[in-house]
């Protein structure tokens, strides 16, 4: 059976070559010291840091491997050069308001999305509603619990 790929940004691909890298090379030897030093206390039967310390281990090799199965199954989307910009994986959206207030959407993978960032996943209800929008096309976005209808300014590729 083969195995879904994960579409992701260089940008997101780099984002998580670099926090496997921190696992694997910092958090690892962090947490190995503090095993060692939680060993050091004596009886392991009562001794909550090494039951903490190997709690955090464990979390950190889980999230280890769930970024190499990331990588292994991750494809960097591109955009083709001279392509008419439309709003797909990668993309970023300028959107305005009736009012003239703008913000900026950018289209990434489940993996890389982030609220805070306006980071939006391609699959989440208002990824999908930007998705295949073109520079002058409307769209009307429920926000807050609001709906709120914007016309889309500029679609670019980073």
Known sequence: MAREPIYLTQRGLERIKEELRYLS?????????????????????????????????????????DLE?????????????????????GASLELE??????????????HEADILENRISDESPLGQEL???RAGDEVALT??????????VEVRFE
Do not use: C, P, W
């Open 25 to 65: 090379e910092e958090k690892r030897q962090e947490l190995a010291e503090y095993m060692g030093a939680a060993l050091a206390d004596g009886d392991l039967r009562e001794n909550a840091a090494y039951d903490e310390a190997r709690l955090l281990q464990s979390a950190n090799e889980t999230r280890i491997a």
């Open 69 to 89: 199965a990331i990588l292994d199954r991750a494809v960097v989307v591109e955009q083709e050069e001279g392509a008419e910009a439309v709003a797909q994986l």
């Open 97 to 110: 308001d009736g009012g003239g207030s703008r913000v900026t959407f950018h289209l990434v993978g489940t």
């Open 131 to 133: 998705m295949g929008k």
């Open 143 to 152: 926000l807050g619990g609001g709906t709120v209808t914007y016309t889309v």
